[in-house]
Structure formats: C-alpha cells, structure tokens
C-alpha cells in the first residue's frame, strides 16, 4: 500500500520560516520524482518545487529563492524548507509522487501565514 505523509504545517508569522517532511512507504523512493503542490481556499492546486530523480530541482517563480527542496532517499522523506514566508503563501501543501507508471498524493498539510 502506497501512502505519502506530509507534516510540519503550522501557523507562522510573515518572515518566518517551516520545514515541510513527506515520508514515503510502499514506492522504490528513488525511482520517483518528488514534488510539493499548494492549494489555496477557492484556488487551483499549484506546482511549487520539485526534484528529480537525479537531484535536479525546479520552483514556481513566487517561491524561488525562498523555498529550498531536498530529498533523502535513505530514508524515503522530501522535504521544503520554506523561508521569509508570505501570507500568499497560506495554503494546503500537498507531497506528489511520480513515475512513468503513475503518480500518488499525501493528505496534505496546512500552512497559515499570518500576523
């Protein structure tokens, strides 16, 4: 059974920082690109970061510079760090696994920025 789990969301004031974690089972880790989408209330689900296989890395133009991802594949987790954070930023964070085979989606995990 295939399951993706988000954690570390929270509430944080603007300029403040999280560091997002989805720990993977039931997958080949390596074999799967990774990637973290966001849904605001009323809005599409977006792309905001993701990994390759390979450790390459690509970030939405509204995050770039502030968020940071990473995977470790020894222990089947990617993570987002996430930096100066912005209230555009509050939304339902969501972990996305990809191979040609398909793709899985966590639970997702909830980040509020707010003064």
């Known amino acids: 059974q295939v399951q993706l789990v988000e954690s570390g969301g929270g509430l944080v004031q603007p300029g403040g920082s999280l560091r997002l974690s989805c720990a993977a089972s039931?997958?080949?880790?390596?074999?799967?690109?990774m990637a973290w989408y966001r849904q605001a209330p009323g809005k599409q689900r977006e792309l905001v970061a993701s990994?390759?296989?390979?450790?390459?890395?690509n970030y939405a133009d509204s995050v770039k510079g502030r968020f940071t991802i990473s995977r470790d594949n020894a222990k089947n987790t990617v993570a987002l760090q996430m930096n100066s954070l912005k209230p555009e930023d509050t939304a339902v964070y969501y972990c996305?696994?990809?191979?040609?085979?398909?793709?899985?989606w966590g639970q997702g995990t909830q980040v509020t920025v707010s003064s």
């Open positions: 996305n696994a990809r191979s040609v085979n398909g793709y899985y």
């Open positions: 039931g997958i080949i880790f390596s074999s799967y690109s």
């Open positions: 990994i390759s296989t390979g450790g390459s890395t």
